[in-house]
């Protein structure tokens, strides 16, 4: 459906990956009540990415999900196309302003035990995906644009289990500088932001419904708990449009004091 809009062309759009749940959905919420419209990709749960569109709404905000695979670099044209055309028909521009590259999956395997398959789509998802999926966004994000990359914790302080995992996310932040610098001549700032250990679904929710591992985070962790969702919503949202613009190359790290 089109929308009459009057600011058509000035609107603040930002484009989320993974923003039916998680971190993604509570950034969305936050970027809402900063006066920004919302694209949100999903990987599968429609009726979720639904629900959160539905949200915005209610915020008063245009809000339009779209189908993607992360995982899947060769899906990448057709949604950038797609993409192009939701922006023409809901907001009658060419172009969005932030790209929040959130979408990811957990994975717990030892190093001595990570299979040749999980490392793949690991990287094809975490690594692979934020590569080729921004390098594909470029023409439609604008000059002055913001782009905010995840990583972990991780990168900084090791627990066992997580070496591949890990191992992408480095790979994110180390790209995430080489964007800052190639994308400047653009007025494109990129950073990264590193969460802590938080409370939602992620890795099957195992930080928010193991009690023994909520305890453990809360005792490592300087203000004496694990994160919520809001948390971090809050970090990206003053990133991507907060008076953060001078920010930029940086990995802002997000856990309350973990492992300090």
Same mark, same amino acid.
């Given at each position: 459906?089109? /929308?009459?809009?009057?600011?058509?062309?000035?609107?603040?759009?930002?484009?989320?990956?993974?923003?039916?749940?998680?971190?993604?959905?509570?950034?969305?919420?936050?970027?809402?009540?900063?006066?920004?419209?919302?694209?949100?990709?999903?990987?599968?749960?429609? @009726?979720?990415?639904? %629900?959160?569109?539905?949200?915005?709404?209610?915020?008063?905000?245009?809000?339009?999900?779209?189908?993607? @695979?992360?995982?899947?670099?060769?899906?990448? +044209?057709?949604?950038?196309?797609?993409?192009?055309?939701? #922006?023409?028909?809901?907001?009658?521009?060419?172009?969005?302003?932030? +790209? #929040?590259?959130?979408?990811?999956?957990?994975?717990?395997?030892?190093? =001595?035990?990570?299979?040749?398959?999980?490392?793949?789509?690991?990287?094809?998802?975490?690594?692979?995906?934020?590569?080729?999926? /921004?390098?594909?966004?470029?023409?439609?994000?604008? @000059?002055?644009?913001? !782009?905010?990359?995840?990583?972990?914790?991780?990168?900084?302080?090791? #627990?066992?289990?997580?070496?591949?995992?890990?191992?992408?996310?480095? =790979?994110?932040?180390?790209?995430?500088?080489?964007?800052?610098?190639?994308?400047?001549?653009?007025? !494109?700032?990129?950073?990264?932001?590193?969460?802590?250990? !938080?409370?939602?679904?992620?890795?099957?929710?195992?930080?928010? @419904?193991?009690?023994?591992?909520?305890?453990?985070?809360?005792?490592?962790?300087?203000?004496?708990?694990?994160?919520?969702?809001?948390?971090?919503?809050?970090? =990206?949202? %003053?990133?991507?449009?907060?008076? /953060?613009?001078?920010?930029?190359?940086?990995?802002?790290?997000?856990?309350?004091?973990?492992? #300090?």
């Amino acid at each position: 459906m089109k /929308t009459n809009n009057v600011n058509a062309g000035k609107q603040k759009i930002a484009l989320i990956t993974g923003g039916s749940r998680g971190l993604g959905k509570n950034t969305a919420q936050h970027l809402a009540r900063k006066d920004v419209d919302i694209v949100l990709t999903y990987h599968s749960k429609q @009726d979720e990415a639904a %629900a959160v569109v539905a949200d915005l709404r209610q915020l008063g905000r245009t809000a339009v999900a779209i189908q993607l @695979d992360v995982g899947n670099a060769a899906s990448f +044209l057709g949604f950038s196309q797609s993409l192009s055309q939701v #922006l023409q028909d809901n907001w009658g521009q060419q172009q969005f302003d932030y +790209l #929040l590259n959130n979408a990811g999956i957990g994975s717990h395997a030892h190093f =001595a035990d990570t299979s040749e398959a999980q490392f793949d789509q690991l990287m094809n998802v975490h690594f692979k995906g934020v590569f080729f999926l /921004t390098q594909r966004l470029l023409p439609l994000l604008k @000059d002055g644009g913001r !782009i905010l990359n995840v990583s972990s914790g991780l990168t900084r302080f090791a #627990l066992p289990g997580y070496s591949a995992y890990a191992a992408m996310k480095g =790979a994110v932040e180390v790209l995430s500088r080489y964007q800052a610098k190639e994308l400047g001549s653009r007025g !494109i700032s990129v950073n990264v932001l590193a969460p802590g250990a !938080i409370e939602t679904d992620f890795g099957h929710g195992a930080v928010r @419904d193991n009690a023994v591992l909520n305890q453990f985070v809360a005792e490592q962790t300087a203000l004496g708990r694990a994160g919520l969702p809001d948390d971090i919503g809050g970090v =990206a949202a %003053a990133l991507l449009a907060g008076d /953060t613009g001078w920010i930029n190359g940086q990995r802002i790290e997000a856990s309350g004091g973990m492992f #300090l």
